[in-house]
């Protein structure tokens, strides 16, 4: 007997509880029956516009609700799916055969380019699902945050999506939750599929002051996020002098969050906050309940259905309290990259796969990160967290955001920089001797600079790279370096 599908799914509960809701917003909502209706009505506007099994096709929108939509239709017709992150222009290891947009790009080639428009009509009952048996029932191409520099695409079958998310079930915690990132992320994929399998309401909002009415209008009992979007609901509850009771739990991902956003989300929202660890490629790793005392480089307990392990440069495991490499590997892990072997070839050995951190288990066997071997600063000989750094500056006051990078000067040495998003005086002196007195004397940054805004990714990581290329072109048209140097930052 086959597996049972998402379409299966989707048509289960339409058939079981047609009147259920499984599309909310504040401006209206999808029952089972409806969305499983306009589902087939989407599918077949994709098959007469020509759009075929196994083909690539990526939706471009900041609409979530059409988003889900659209891919649900696409998978009933048996292509392969992929979510944009926005408008962006698209970059990545394969090109695409469509382009699905629900407004006018020039960026797009017109001539694989289909504008999502409102569909209505009756349920065409004799349209059947188109299976992608050519690509071994895979359904979903994930775009990778791209903070290295490179977007890579993670390939995920049929079977990879629907375990993930039954796995995902052990750390939910709550009946109803509301997300606030993008489907373009795997963990917002995840959440999808999540309520299709359990016929469960899926909450949509657009920002922060959409995500508070929608929790207060239907009690929902979780909230889902990076810790930015996190902190800019904190930050709309605060100025209200307001307070969300009746969240259960709060879950973060993509990044760690820091001390000062514990201490908002437990006074703010809940006390109950739970910090998850994972990859695209391999999904869950760790899970941590922190608390604003916790260390912020804890994640805390290895899921159980993964194994980490920490290794040294020969792949040999260390004993624990020593710092290595990461690498890790679980039942529904993909075994590469799509279109891209030499970044699989890179990442994916001996049936592990190593994410590009560094880290160590504690004495009780709990995991605690040390950064991205790409991004852990040597400072003669000392090894710096820049994550951590980070978390430090944003808790000085006067400090909305900071972030350090590196950049290379024109005499060919690299130098630690520190970006800071501030509007007080703030003396340079001070800030180096804060980190001194914190991480030590390597910690200083060579130079300071006054930002509007750090750039970071769909999950909340700091675009270093971006961070540093922007910085370095601003220093070289103004000639300027030292302690003293400040400015805002190009867009």
């Known amino acids: 007997m086959a597996a049972a599908t998402l379409i299966d799914h989707l048509r289960f509960r339409a058939r079981l509880d047609p009147n259920g809701i499984a599309m909310q917003r504040l401006q209206g909502q999808l029952t089972h029956a409806a969305l499983y209706r306009l589902v087939k009505l989407y599918a077949l506007k994709f098959r007469e516009a020509g759009i075929r099994p196994g083909q690539l096709v990526v939706t471009s929108t900041v609409d979530k609700a059409l988003d889900w939509i659209a891919t649900l239709a696409l998978i009933h017709e048996g292509a392969v ?60 191409l994930v775009l990778t945050s791209g903070t290295t520099g490179t977007r890579k695409l993670v390939p995920l079958t049929q079977a990879q999506v629907i375990a993930r998310a039954v796995t995902g079930l052990w750390v939910r915690e709550a009946q109803s939750s509301v997300s606030a990132l993008g489907l373009s992320t795997a963990a917002d994929f995840n959440a999808c599929v999540t309520c299709l399998l359990l016929g469960t309401p899926l909450y949509i909002a657009e920002g922060a ?38 969240v259960k739990v709060v879950r973060i991902a993509g990044a760690a969050p820091s ?60 004993p624990n309290g020593e710092e290595g490499v990461l690498r890790v590997r679980t039942p529904f892990m993909v075994s590469g990259y799509h279109c891209n072997p030499e970044d699989t070839e890179r990442h994916f050995r001996g049936g592990w796969f190593y994410p590009g951190d560094r880290g160590r288990l504690d004495e009780r066997g709990r995991l605690v990160l040390g950064g991205r071997e790409t991004e852990v600063l040597n400072r003669g000989g000392v090894k710096l967290n ?30 630690m920089g520190a970006a800071i998003v501030t509007d007080a ?24 600079v006054r930002v509007k805004k750090i750039p970071r990714n769909e ?28 400015g805002p930052l190009p867009s």
């Open 209 to 246: 002051l959409e995500i508070i009415d929608l929790v207060r209008q239907f009690s929902i009992e979780a909230v889902f996020g990076a810790p930015g979007q996190l902190g800019g609901i904190v930050k709309e509850l605060e100025q209200r002098d307001d307070r969300l009771d009746g």
């Open 459 to 486: 999950m909340g990581k700091v675009m270093r790279a971006e961070l540093g290329r922007r910085i370095a072109k601003l220093r070289s048209a103004r000639a300027a370096a030292g302690p003293g140097d400040s």
């Open 386 to 415: 820049p994550v951590l750094m980070d978390q430090f500056l944003a808790t000085l006051p006067g400090i909305a955001d900071a972030a350090v990078f590196r950049i290379e000067g024109a005499d060919g040495v690299e130098r």
């Open 259 to 318: 001390r000062p956003l514990l201490k908002q989300l437990n006074e703010r929202i809940s006390g109950n906050v739970v910090a998850l660890y994972g990859c695209t490629e391999a999904f869950s790793m760790a899970v941590f309940k922190p608390s604003p005392g916790s260390d912020p480089a804890m994640v805390g307990i290895v899921h159980v259905d993964s194994e980490v392990q920490v290794v040294d440069d020969a792949g040999s495991p260390v």
């Open 425 to 448: 005086e703030l003396a340079p002196a001070d800030l180096s001797g804060a980190l001194r007195k914190e991480f030590g004397d390597r910690s200083v940054p060579t130079f300071y």
């Open 81 to 140: 799916t992929c979510s944009n992150h926005g408008y962006a222009p698209w970059s990545a290891s394969a090109d695409y055969d469509w382009m699905l947009v629900d407004r006018a790009r020039h960026a797009f080639d017109a001539a694989r380019t289909i504008r999502l428009a409102p569909e209505s009509g009756e349920n065409p009952r004799g349209l059947q699902p188109r299976g992608n048996f050519a690509g071994g029932d895979l359904v979903r």
